[in-house]
């Protein structure tokens, strides 16, 4: 059996006249094969201990597609999307956008991305024309917490157990501690490392938005919960090696946990993972992905094994850029059932 990769076309030196996401997210057109026909440029990332590659580079990757198929007046403002299949990041990834519909104000688009000839992800979404709402609009937007600010320019990222990414984030905060889940918020600036080119365009700033959209979100139902989410039992910990207890301990403190010794006793998480992601772009043109971003999540409801979030995205003058929504699989361990 041949040997996977995770490209089909050699991958080319990163540019360094653009961001580190747009190096990440570089599509490469596949015309020669067929029209509206993408891949991978670069072998896509797979978080430590997760089922598949980070589902946020296929998001980002299908708008990035989608965008190259409509006019340059229109913009993006509905994403819909689920997860088939967890990807592969050892195997080409093949995206195949299919123009439903080209309206005045509106057109359509759905993608399919596809692994050995299956599909792991399928997105339908929605662009409009620029301005086509007319002179006289309805506004309304909710608004970002006033007693919040930025971090510091020249804020420097260290992520727990050195993990490596294309965006700034700077540590969670949960608000209400003492309430019940579905009034707790988990709360964090993240901005895109460098500066994101001028050549990538406002559709580059929106492709990393939806990179970043899928960071931390199912996973807010654990955190409101305070659900013990690693692969071994809090009482196994001091057996384990002193990196390995640092490592937990920072991340647990990092997503604004707090001390560790408060999750002594608490639940285990069996299984955690996303099922479906929508997001809406409010103001697609005031995107600026590089420069920091305010993210809030809340979930109205979790049961029978799964789980609801909502975010919304705020640039940092307090503008809302986007409300995402997500449902994901949040199942807890099972105690094995008594022998009789």
Known sequence: MADHRPTLIRAPPEDPTKSLVENCLELTELGIIAPDLFTNTRELWHPPGARGIYGGAVIAQTLAAAQRTVPPDFVVHSFHCYFVLAGDSSTPILYHVERVREGRSFCTRTVQARQRGKAIFTVTMSFTKEDSGGPEQ??????????????????????????????????????????????????????????????????????????????????????????WRFPFRFEEMENLPEEVRGHVTKLNDWEGLGDLESMRGRPQVGMMVSLDHTIYFHNPKKVRADEWMYTEMDSPWSGDGRGVVTQRIFSKDGTLLATCFQEGVVRLKQEPAAKL
Do not use: N
């Open 138 to 227: 309805v506004r309304h937007a909710v608004p970002m917490p006033e007693d919040v600010s930025p971090p510091p320019e020249d804020y420097e990222e260290d992520l727990p157990g050195g993990i490596t990414s294309p965006f700034d984030t700077y540590r969670m905060q949960i608000t209400d501690r003492d309430g019940p889940p579905e009034r707790k918020k988990t709360c964090h600036w993240v901005r895109a490392k460098g500066k994101i080119s001028e050549s990538g365009g406002h559709q580059a700033h929106l492709s990393a938005l939806a990179y970043v959209s899928d960071s931390y979100f199912i996973g807010t139902v654990s955190r409101i919960h305070q659900l």
